[in-house]
């Protein structure tokens, strides 16, 4: 469980389209957690997710056009 106050750093997979990771971030601020980051193994670049998670920092190992 996250606590009010905390810090969390969402990680997933996949960054396809954004929403599945935007979601996350919002429940953690929802409960009023702070979203350090967001992490992804792959990121498929030409379906434009980061676009959709600007408010948080954003990383991936690999990036695939």
């Not at 606590?3 to 601020?29: C, M, N, S, W």
């Amino acid at each position: 469980a996250l606590a009010p106050g905390r810090r969390a750093y969402v990680v997933d997979d996949l960054l396809a389209t954004g929403g599945t990771a935007r979601a996350a971030g919002k429940l953690v601020e929802l409960i009023g957690g702070t979203v350090a980051g967001i992490g992804f193994v792959i990121e498929l670049e030409a379906l434009g997710g980061r676009r959709k998670l600007v408010e948080y920092p954003v990383y991936s190992v690999l990036q695939y056009g």
